[in-house]
């Protein structure tokens, strides 16, 4: 797959997730009635909350898309690419704040922000490929310069952007509005979609990038379809995880399930389980205690790979 047809694949998803919130009411009062009607004989009222409900729907996408991508750049040694195109995710909301304010239009921080993320994506990469540039190095300037971007753009305008701000710095259960729970949805069914269909050949660029360029593959292909596939899911996460924390659910899973896993397929399956426990626990822990929903959900993942850290210990202790 091309970097251009991969590009057009992400703004074709942007357009259907446009589409989607035209007319969102309908799903989520689908939602609301299932959710409700399953919660209320239960006595998990806050299943009947709407902004609950939305917000464990948009959790449980970021469950599944962030353990998919984050167990391929894991395994490649990738993993700080995530804080990376967080970083200038962060001046493309500030950028699409910016705009809004500026020229009046409904301008999304999100699209801005996926648009900005998409092109750091493609710029790390290519700088990897077609520079003595390595990649760490790569991602540490990418993510300075966005950064940079950002507070520019907000010292610029007197700080009058910093109050719209800091709900994507740190994410907020309140900021999962109907347009954009559907847009994360849109987004997680993208993600999905990309790597069911190129699974094989990203497992092979992960696995052995000389065998999968003597085998035929355009590596450097696979290579910017995952990056771009970092970007979508870093933006599609932010919201709930926040710009900060973003990255350890690409990450801190993968690492939980790694360790015990009998296959690749088996360590997808596995982090995508222990990301839906922190997600779905952070949430819920997040809004009976009235505490910030991005920190919940981290360090209930670190707490659940700081378990299995111990556990495969002993197991490593009793087997010697």
């Known amino acids: 797959m091309s970097a251009s047809r991969t590009a057009t694949v992400v703004v074709a998803s942007v357009f259907l997730a446009g589409v989607a919130q035209l007319q969102p009411a309908a799903l989520f009062e689908t939602v609301d009635t299932v959710a409700c009607g399953v919660g209320a004989p239960l006595g998990i009222e806050l ?13 449980v996408c ?3 898309a962030a353990p998919l991508v984050g167990s391929f750049l894991v395994h490649r040694r990738m993993a700080m690419i995530g804080d990376a195109l967080a970083h200038t995710a962060f001046a493309g909301v500030a950028v699409g704040l910016l705009v809004g304010s500026v020229t009046g239009l409904p301008v999304s921080p999100y699209v801005a922000a996926l648009v900005v993320a998409v092109v750091a994506a493609l710029v790390i990469e290519t700088l990897t490929a077609r520079t003595e ?17 950002g507070t520019v753009l907000i010292s610029a305008t007197g ?3 910093s109050v719209g701000i800091k709900q994507y710095l740190f994410g907020s259960l309140a900021t999962v509005t109907r347009p954009n ?3 994360l949805i849109s987004l997680t069914a993208l993600v999905v979609a990309v790597v069911t269909l190129a699974y094989r050949p990203l497992l092979a660029v992960t696995v052995d990038e000389t065998a999968a360029r003597i085998a035929g593959l355009d590596v450097r292909r696979f290579n910017q379809l995952l990056v771009v596939l970092t970007a979508v899911v870093v933006v599609a996460a932010m919201q709930i ?8 659910m690409l990450v801190v899973p993968v690492a939980t399930a790694t360790p015990r896993a009998r296959s690749f397929v088996d360590a997808l399956a596995r982090s995508v389980v222990a990301a839906q426990v922190a997600v779905v626990g952070g949430v819920t822990v997040a809004y009976l ?15 659940l790979y700081a ?8 197991t490593f202790t009793a087997s010697r």
């Open 133 to 149: 540039t390595s990649g760490d190095v790569s991602m540490a300037i990418v993510l300075a310069g966005g950064f940079a971007l």
């Open 181 to 183: 729970a559907a847009l």
């Open 62 to 64: 970021i469950g599944v």
């Open 241 to 248: 995880l926040g710009i900060i924390l973003v990255a350890a």
């Open 159 to 161: 700080g009058g952007l």
């Open 289 to 303: 205690g009235g505490i910030a929903v991005g920190g919940t959900i981290v360090l209930l993942a670190i707490g």
């Open 307 to 314: 378990l299995e850290t111990v556990r495969a210990g002993q």
């Open 47 to 59: 299943l009947c909350y709407p902004f609950m409900q939305r917000a464990l729907v948009t959790a």
